[in-house]
């Protein structure tokens, strides 16, 4: 209920920041830049469908917060619940959003950058191995089928769920 409330509370901020003529500025949609801050709404988030933003990293927000399940759908690397993030990366050219440690380094030094190129060419690889037994029959070890059912958020989601072979949507 709190993680529900935070998303009511991200839309009454958005219409008064609107009103106010205050408006959070997205990057343009041919930037590649992460985006930081403190708050990003789910309406925000949707709005960087196709462009060329790498990553988001924002200071609210929880795993299951609508900002971020968006974020998951988009493809985009989220870390949410940074404490502090957007004063730390404040004025800074670099950084590294990892999404699946939770972790962002703000200007990172040459072996943190080698480090985080490694693990993310080793998760390339992964996914390209997944890719590629995506036609496989979905079994348990010892044989049993099983039917993969997706969650959907946008519509433009139906697509890939479907070239990824699930079943259907289960929600």
Known sequence: FRERAEDI???????????????????????????????????????????????????????????????????????????????RAEAKRIAIVDAIRGEVVIEPDEAEREDAERRAERYRQYSLGLKA??????????????????NVELSFEVDRVLSQRAHGVGL
Do not use: F, M, N
């Open 9 to 87: 509370e991200l839309v009454g901020r958005q219409i008064l920041r609107e009103l106010g003529g205050d408006a959070i500025r997205l990057p343009p949609k041919d930037a590649e830049v992460i985006v930081v801050a403190s708050v990003l709404s789910p309406a925000d988030a949707a709005a960087l469908r196709d462009s060329a933003v790498l990553a988001i990293a924002t200071e609210s927000g929880s795993a299951t917060s609508h900002t971020a399940i968006l974020a998951r759908a988009l493809g985009l690397p989220a870390v949410v619940a940074a404490h502090g993030i957007a004063h």
């Open 133 to 150: 037994r995506r036609d496989a029959p979905v079994v348990t070890l010892d044989g049993h089928p099983v039917e993969i059912y997706a």
